[in-house]
């Protein structure tokens, strides 16, 4: 079992076609992009499986703690924003491939569940993550 923490940067946008929005009498038509930046500070656990005779040594693992999320939808010059902190959990699975006695290969799946609402995302805030990346042991 292992316990630690976790930092992030997770960054998204998209430009859609052109819209007209109208809100009374006036109208504006405009090419719409939007933005997302997602920023956590989780604590994570995981738990290594040790199988006989198996090399690679697969987990799972979770994390919970804060995301730091700012949207931002811009219509034209006009921006529509929100900036807040809000509590998500993050459960993961993965597998460590030793290349040598001290240095593998770490991937893994998380998936992002982050209680932020706000325009389009009214069902929470939900991301996969996938990740390659080199481990030390010692």
Partial sequence: VTLGFNLGWNDASKKMPRITETNGTSSISAVQTRYLLV?????????????????????????AGIYFTT???????????????SFGIRPEIGALIPITDNLGINLNF??????????????????LEG?????LGF
């Fill in 110 to 127: 998380k998936y992002n569940y982050v209680f932020f609402k706000y325009n389009e995302f009214q069902n929470d805030l939900q991301y």
């Fill in 71 to 85: 949207y931002e939808k811009w219509i034209a010059e006009y921006l529509d924003s929100k900036r807040k902190i």
């Fill in 39 to 63: 920023f956590p500070l989780l604590i994570n656990s995981h738990y290594h499986f040790e199988l006989d005779n198996f090399i690679i040594r697969p987990y799972i693992g979770g994390a």
């Fill in 131 to 135: 990740n390659l990346g080199l481990f």
